[in-house]
């Protein structure tokens, strides 16, 4: 006994010690095993004594202390489940219509777990809850296409899809599912090596062909009777707008031609008015005018008087003047004369002196009378050439040279001139012509008046 309390004498220092190194293993366990149950899921905790769900709105709360199953008393196992929604999908299920017309499916639902304590009674985890959903619905769907034919599943999947959903309604409850939402009928079409669907397709795209032709045909005919009715009111309206503005303007021009001749009777009484006091005006002008004239010719006609009685006195004094200077003119005249008339003799003799004894001086008397020879015979030629109704243009600004070249054409070398002119303008297609003429009228000029019979 002595000993006993001897050991635990020597044990005695270091409980505490042990004692603190427990709990600090308590809080630290504590701490590992607690589980904060995230807002999206349930855990379903089963103890010794009960079963609790742990999460959102659970009435235990969202923390709890996962203790190992295997330590005693307090030990416990869990069931981890989501309680958002969650998709269930059929893909290419292969089901049969009342008629055991093949066909293939695509089916979603959509569920969530409402009683997490009975599915994690009825599950061990999410993975076999989804398993079995499936042959839940494949079930329903089964069962409820076999009693339709293929042509009323395709035309009303969303009354398909509530029927689905009604079905599994009750089965659901026993796995604490609920559905979210009424199940769809996504798509419906031909299992392999079949082909009923595609022709009810083809059917009713033709039907819908017919059917969008025969409303667009409608709406074409309902859109051009509108049209043509639209057109004929414009018409209508344009006719009658049009009547409108010509009556308006009718009226108007009426007016306007009214006004216009009021204007133009109202401007020719005014313009006689005008014309009466303008005339009145010359009259007035005119008459003053004949007595300006009047006094004027009075006037001129004394200055006249006077000017002739002065001419007159002035003619007289010229005349006597005038006389008077004849008288000593003739004087002078005939003195003149006398002194005329006796010196030519005087000269003659004095001349005749000196021509006898001056060669020089004969050879010019010679030349002077050839000179006045050949002036006397160039005034003979110009009496011909003028009787000979000939007219000679002079254009080289001197008019004895151009005489001279015009009575040149009357020598020899002047007719071989002419000679030679005549050949040259017979070289040429209008000289020929010209001169062709020229001899025909010659030839009919001379030629006797035809016999006409009388003779």
Same mark, same amino acid.
């Not at 049009?242 to 007016?255: L, Y």
């Not at 009777?265 to 005339?279: F, G, L, S």
């Not at 007595?291 to 007159?312: G, H, N, P, Y």
């Given at each position: 006994?002595?000993?006993?309390?001897?050991?635990?004498?020597?044990?005695?220092?270091?409980?505490?010690?042990?004692?603190?190194?427990?709990?600090?293993?308590?809080?630290?366990?504590?701490?590992?095993?607690?589980?904060?149950?995230?807002?999206?899921?349930?855990?379903?905790?089963?103890?010794?004594?009960?079963?609790?769900?742990?999460?959102?709105?659970?009435?235990?709360?969202?923390?709890?202390?996962?203790?190992?199953?295997?330590?005693?008393?307090?030990?416990?196992?869990?069931?981890?489940?989501?309680?958002?929604?969650?998709?269930?999908?059929?893909?290419?299920?292969?089901?049969?219509?009342?008629?055991?017309?093949?066909?293939?499916?695509?089916?979603?639902?959509?569920?969530?777990?409402?009683?997490?304590?009975?599915?994690?009674?009825?599950?061990?985890?999410?993975?076999?809850?989804?398993?079995?959903?499936?042959?839940?619905?494949?079930?329903?769907?089964?069962?409820?296409?076999?009693?339709?034919?293929?042509?009323?599943?395709?035309?009303?999947?969303?009354?398909?899809?509530?029927?689905?959903?009604?079905?599994?309604?009750?089965?659901?409850?026993?796995?604490?599912?609920?559905?979210?939402?009424?199940?769809?009928?996504?798509?419906?079409?031909?299992?392999?090596?079949?082909?009923?669907?595609?022709?009810?397709?083809?059917?009713?795209?033709?039907?819908?062909?017919?059917?969008?032709?025969?409303?667009?045909?409608?709406?074409?005919?309902?859109?051009?009777?509108? %049209?043509?009715?639209?057109?004929?009111? /414009?018409?209508? @309206?344009?006719? &009658? +707008?049009?009547?409108? =503005? *010509?009556?308006?303007? !009718?009226?108007?021009?009426?007016?306007?031609?009214?006004?216009?001749?009021?204007?133009?009777?109202?401007?020719?009484?005014?313009?006689?008015?005008?014309?009466?006091?303008?005339?009145?005006?010359?009259?007035?002008?005119?008459?003053?005018?004949?007595?300006?004239?009047?006094?004027?010719?009075?006037?001129?006609?004394?200055?006249?008087?006077?000017?002739?009685?002065?001419?007159?006195?002035?003619?007289?004094?010229?005349?006597?003047?005038?006389?008077?200077?004849?008288?000593?003119?003739?004087?002078?005249?005939?003195?003149?004369?006398?002194?005329?008339?006796?010196?030519?003799?005087?000269?003659?003799?004095?001349?005749?002196?000196?021509?006898?004894?001056? %060669?020089?001086?004969?050879?010019?008397? /010679?030349?002077? @009378?050839?000179? &006045? +020879?050949?002036?006397? =015979? *160039?005034?003979?030629? !110009?009496?011909?050439?003028?009787?000979?109704?000939?007219?000679?243009?002079?254009?080289?600004?001197?008019?004895?040279?151009?005489?001279?070249?015009?009575?040149?054409?009357?020598?020899?070398?002047?007719?071989?001139?002419?000679?030679?002119?005549?050949?040259?303008?017979?070289?040429?297609?209008?000289?020929?012509?010209?001169?062709?003429?020229?001899?025909?009228?010659?030839?009919?000029?001379?030629?006797?008046?035809?016999?006409?019979?009388?003779?």
């Amino acid at each position: 006994m002595s000993e006993l309390f001897g050991a635990f004498a020597d044990f005695a220092p270091s409980l505490p010690l042990i004692i603190g190194v427990v709990l600090v293993a308590l809080i630290v366990i504590s701490i590992l095993l607690r589980v904060v149950v995230p807002t999206n899921m349930v855990h379903t905790v089963q103890s010794r004594r009960r079963t609790t769900s742990y999460g959102a709105g659970q009435k235990a709360g969202n923390v709890y202390y996962n203790w190992p199953s295997w330590v005693p008393m307090i030990g416990v196992s869990r069931i981890i489940l989501p309680v958002n929604n969650f998709e269930l999908s059929l893909s290419g299920y292969e089901a049969y219509d009342k008629d055991r017309v093949p066909f293939r499916l695509d089916l979603t639902a959509f569920f969530r777990i409402a009683d997490t304590n009975v599915a994690a009674a009825r599950i061990a985890n999410m993975k076999e809850l989804i398993s079995q959903l499936h042959f839940i619905v494949q079930g329903a769907a089964r069962k409820i296409l076999a009693t339709h034919d293929i042509h009323q599943i395709m035309v009303d999947r969303a009354t398909f899809g509530a029927q689905f959903t009604q079905e599994v309604a009750t089965e659901l409850a026993n796995w604490g599912v609920e559905p979210v939402k009424n199940m769809e009928l996504m798509d419906v079409r031909d299992a392999e090596g079949s082909r009923v669907i595609a022709d009810i397709m083809a059917m009713k795209a033709s039907n819908i062909q017919m059917t969008s032709r025969i409303e667009v045909a409608n709406n074409m005919r309902a859109a051009q009777t509108a %049209e043509i009715a639209a057109r004929q009111e /414009v018409e209508v @309206r344009e006719q &009658e +707008a049009q009547q409108v =503005v *010509g009556q308006r303007t !009718a009226e108007k021009d009426k007016q306007v031609g009214i006004a216009t001749e009021k204007a133009a009777q109202e401007v020719q009484t005014e313009a006689a008015v005008t014309r009466e006091r303008e005339m009145q005006v010359v009259r007035v002008s005119t008459m003053r005018q004949a007595e300006i004239t009047k006094d004027q010719q009075v006037v001129a006609a004394s200055q006249d008087k006077e000017t002739t009685v002065l001419r007159a006195d002035g003619d007289l004094q010229a005349t006597k003047l005038s006389a008077e200077g004849i008288r000593v003119e003739g004087n002078a005249k005939a003195d003149a004369e006398k002194a005329l008339q006796l010196a030519p003799v005087a000269a003659q003799i004095e001349l005749a002196k000196e021509i006898g004894s001056n %060669e020089g001086y004969q050879a010019y008397l /010679v030349s002077l @009378r050839g000179v &006045e +020879a050949y002036v006397q =015979v *160039g005034v003979e030629q !110009a009496k011909a050439i003028a009787q000979a109704d000939v007219k000679v243009i002079a254009n080289t600004g001197d008019t004895v040279q151009g005489v001279h070249d015009a009575m040149a054409l009357i020598s020899p070398r002047g007719g071989t001139a002419i000679g030679g002119m005549l050949e040259a303008l017979k070289n040429t297609p209008e000289g020929a012509a010209l001169l062709e003429r020229i001899l025909r009228r010659e030839a009919a000029a001379s030629s006797p008046p035809a016999n006409d019979g009388n003779v």
